[in-house]
């Protein structure tokens, strides 16, 4: 059932990176939008250098480089927007947005997506596991069913009680994945589309996802 959405203002503006920036490889996410709208982070190469996350808050004209994120990969935002997640040396981290030490929390690789839940847990792909926003041991959140082991694209639904992810039988194939829903306490699950991946859930209560051209 759709639920009543608030209009809100639309924005649309255009970014363009400085000279000799450009975003690391599409294959991993290399854009997010902060919740609140205030900030963009991305992922780019500048030069020779490794590529890093730049934040570039969109009241500015210009990004910065945050420090200690070299090699850092598929960025997400917290939920009150003051954190940023990352991929980066085979670990998941998490860094102010005002900056500061990096913090590690958990040995993660990056290819897959997470999500940051509002009760303070984070979804971690192919792992199907969950990992407190402080760190420590990696806790189970999905379970494989029949036809699907890896778990990707993982999004906590509003409230954090239930997970969205695209589900495949082998890592490699994702074109004909299973769009699936999963309680967080109970593990109830329901199959939702099958044929599609990256699925985002929509504030008018719409199920997002893509699929390959036939």
């Known amino acids: 059932m759709s639920r009543p959405v608030t209009t809100q203002p639309v924005s649309r503006l255009t970014i363009a990176l400085p000279p000799g920036q450009r975003l690391a490889a599409l294959e991993q996410p290399a854009i997010a939008i902060s919740p609140d709208g205030k ?10 250098s490794p590529q890093q996350l730049y934040l570039r808050p969109l009241d500015a ?17 917290s939920p009150d927007s ?17 900056g500061g030490p990096v913090a590690t ?21 192919l792992l199907r596991l969950q990992v407190s926003q402080e760190g420590g041991t990696p806790q189970p959140l999905t379970s494989a069913g029949k036809t ?8 906590f639904l509003p409230g ?11 890592n490699a194939v994702w074109n004909n994945s299973q769009v699936a829903v999963e309680r967080v306490e109970g593990g109830q699950r329901t199959n939702l589309a099958q ?11 719409h199920l997002l996802y893509a699929r390959a051209a036939p």
């Open 39 to 48: 900030n963009l982070v991305y992922v780019a190469i500048d030069g020779s």
């Open 148 to 155: 699907d082991v890896f778990h990707r694209w993982p999004e």
């Open 61 to 77: 004209l210009e990004a910065r480089p945050i420090a200690g994120t070299e090699g850092a990969a598929s960025p997400f935002f």
């Open 105 to 125: 929390l958990a040995n993660a690789s990056s290819s897959g997506g997470a999500s940051w839940s509002s009760h303070g847990r984070i979804a971690v792909h």
């Open 82 to 98: 003051h954190w940023i997640g990352f991929f980066a040396g085979g670990k998941l981290k998490k860094v102010s947005v005002d």
């Open 195 to 205: 044929g599609g991946t990256q699925p985002k859930y929509a504030a008018s209560g």
């Open 160 to 170: 954090g009680t239930a997970v969205l992810f695209a589900g495949s039988p082998t």
